[in-house]
């Protein structure tokens, strides 16, 4: 994918947990959970506030 779009209210946090690069994140259907997978062999859930506090 090479275009970009342009999200309105977008709230930026930084999680750490991997010991090395994230090479996959994905959502759940409504937001509020986060899985992530890494070079160092791991996966982690994080539980994410839908209302960026």
Same mark, same amino acid.
């Given at each position: 994918?090479?275009?970009?779009?342009?999200?309105?209210?977008?709230?930026?946090?930084?999680?750490? @947990?991997? =010991?090395?690069?994230?090479? %996959? +994140?994905?959502?759940?259907?409504? @937001?509020? =959970?986060?899985?992530?997978? %890494? +070079?160092?062999?791991?996966?982690?859930?994080?539980?994410?506030?839908?209302?960026?506090?």
């Amino acid at each position: 994918m090479t275009e970009s779009i342009p999200f309105k209210n977008l709230h930026n946090r930084e999680y750490h @947990g991997h =010991k090395k690069k994230v090479h %996959s +994140v994905a959502w759940n259907c409504i @937001g509020t =959970k986060l899985a992530s997978g %890494s +070079v160092d062999q791991t996966a982690r859930i994080w539980h994410i506030d839908p209302h960026g506090h």
